[in-house]
Antibody
Framework: EVQLLESGGGLVQPGGSLRLSCAASGFTFSSNSMSWVRQAPGKGLEWVAAIGSSGNNTYYSDSVKGRFTISRDNSRSTLLLQMNSLKVEDTAVYFC???????????????WGQGTLVTVSS | DIQMTQSPSSLSASVGDRVTITCRASRGIGSYLAWYQQKPGKVPKLLIYAASTLQSGVPSRFSGSGSGTDFTLTISSLQPEDVSTYYCQKYDTAPWTFGLGTKVE
């Protein structure tokens, strides 16, 4: 059974940093591209960042480019999101999402984690 | 960037009704479109990919159609458990944008 478990969310001040983790199990993590998708309170879904199966290719939305860094540790089946220079508008639940494709990736998402809440406030 | 416009933003229907949700892309995206269902307080669930392919385990009352710029999600006979917000998502090229959602009540 595929499981994605996010952690690392919390309250942070504007300008601060936070690192999110997503522990994956139930599938061959190193074979699949992965993404982070966020949802602000009461709002819709926003794709944030994606990373290829080997970690060589990364993609970012314009809203986080230059501030967030996606990475992965295939030896530990873990997806990471380093978030720097956080803004109030980054407040959201952050979901880890699995791409069903391996090579090439598809960039839609067949499994989602439960999410971790990031609150940026002074 | 390509924008994804969903309509309506919300709708109210009765059990057994046929429900249709539309998603329009600002430029052609082929069939690179997925639909998700998000129940209140829950995680999004993949319903359809490649515009019309039903994800395994999804009830057959859900169907998708379209290509290019215009797409539809149809629920042939609305059930109480279908109360949700539905999102379309394009995945042809980055950024992999979602529509703003359609709330079905």
């Amino acid at each position: 059974e595929v499981q994605l478990l996010e952690s690392g969310g919390g309250l942070v001040q504007p300008g601060g940093s936070l690192r999110l983790s997503c522990a994956a199990s139930g599938f061959t993590f190193s074979s699949n591209s992965m993404s982070w998708v966020r949802q602000a309170p009461g709002k819709g879904l926003e794709w944030v960042a994606a990373i290829g199966s080997s970690g060589n290719n990364t993609y970012y939305s314009d809203s986080v480019k230059g501030r967030f860094t996606i990475s992965r540790d295939n030896s530990r089946s873990t997806l990471l999101l380093q978030m720097n220079s956080l803004k109030v508008e980054d407040t959201a639940v952050y979901f880890c999402a699995k791409d069903p494709g391996s090579s090439p990736p598809t960039h839609y998402f067949d499994f989602w984690g439960q999410g971790t809440l990031v609150t940026v406030s002074s | 960037d390509i924008q994804m416009t969903q309509s309506p933003s919300s709708l109210s229907a009765s059990v057994g009704d046929r429900v249709t949700i539309t998603c329009r892309a600002s430029r052609g995206i082929g069939s690179y479109l997925a639909w998700y269902q998000q129940k209140p307080g829950k995680v999004p669930k993949l319903l359809i990919y490649a515009a019309s392919t039903l994800q395994s385990g999804v009830p057959s009352r859900f169907s998708g159609s379209g290509s290019g710029t215009d797409f539809t999600l149809t629920i042939s006979s609305l059930q109480p458990e279908d109360v949700s917000t539905y999102y379309c998502q394009k995945y042809d090229t980055a950024p992999w944008t979602f529509g703003l959602g359609t709330k079905v009540e």
